[in-house]
């Protein structure tokens, strides 16, 4: 079955702790990303790789860091997790042309206490 | 700047009536343009786009969208929508800035009453 996976779906960690959100799609997409959902905020991206060892910043970068090391995965850093980091995370992947779909995750909840 | 706005938070529509779900951008160059459906507790899944050609695009479930570049608007429609609709419902544009970011809109949430 084609999907997007994350893990862990949930995360309760305090402030500093270093923690990764991984994601893997098993549909070959060169095109992946990382959103935090915010009510009244919507989905803001975070990163996204266009391919294999090219990423770039989204429109919420700060604390945050990813790597595409291998097309299949893209992990989700936060080397110092801090409180206003608590949201809902979205990974996604697409086929790397302009106008395709993403396919997203089912979320990762992440509490930063 | 690049942006896309959903004007309304929540729309509220009786089931069997049809539904309009409002949105605008505002992008250099051509846009492409999508909806995403999200359920309670999953995540988002597409349901249009509109990339050139036919104003007028047909997605799942029965929903369609229509483009109107001189309003810079792709509202999201159903002719009678069904409980089984609510749902929160963002739309999208993706155009070129240097790379292809995406930008979403804060979402509307769509409650159909029985």
């Known amino acids: 079955e084609a999907q997007v996976t994350q893990n862990p779906r949930y995360l309760i960690t305090v402030t500093g702790k270093k923690l990764t959100v991984t994601c893997s799609q098993n549909?070959?997409?060169?095109?992946m990303s990382w959103y935090r959902q915010d009510p009244g905020l919507g989905l803001r991206q975070i990163y996204y790789?266009?391919?294999?060892?090219?990423?770039d910043k989204g429109d919420v970068p700060e604390g945050y860091k990813v790597s595409r090391k291998e097309k299949r995965n893209f992990p989700l850093i936060l080397e110092s997790p801090s409180p206003n980091q608590t949201s809902l995370y979205f990974c996604?992947?697409?086929?790397?042309?302009?106008?395709?779909?993403?396919?997203f995750g089912p979320g990762t909840r992440l509490t930063v206490l | 700047a690049q942006s896309v706005a959903q004007p309304e938070d929540q729309v509220n529509v009786a089931e069997g009536n049809p539904l309009t779900v409002k949105c605008t951008y505002s992008?250099?160059?051509?846009?492409?343009l999508f909806w995403y459906v999200q359920y309670p507790n999953r995540g988002l899944q597409f349901l249009l786009k509109?990339?050139?050609?036919?104003?007028l695009v047909k997605g799942s479930y029965g929903f369609e969208a229509e483009f109107n570049k001189s309003q810079t608007s792709f509202h999201l429609k159903k002719p009678s929508a069904l409980v089984s609709d609510s749902a929160l419902y963002f739309c999208?544009?993706?155009?070129?800035?240097?790379?292809?970011?995406?930008?979403f809109g804060t979402g509307t949430r769509l409650k159909v009453l029985a």
């Open positions: 996604a992947s697409s086929l790397a042309s302009v106008h395709n779909e993403q396919f």
């Open positions: 549909m070959n997409h060169e095109y």
């Open positions: 790789s266009m391919n294999v060892e090219v990423t």
């Open positions: 992008v250099s160059g051509n846009p492409y």
């Open positions: 509109y990339i050139t050609g036919d104003n």
């Open positions: 999208a544009v993706r155009a070129w800035s240097g790379t292809y970011k995406y930008i």
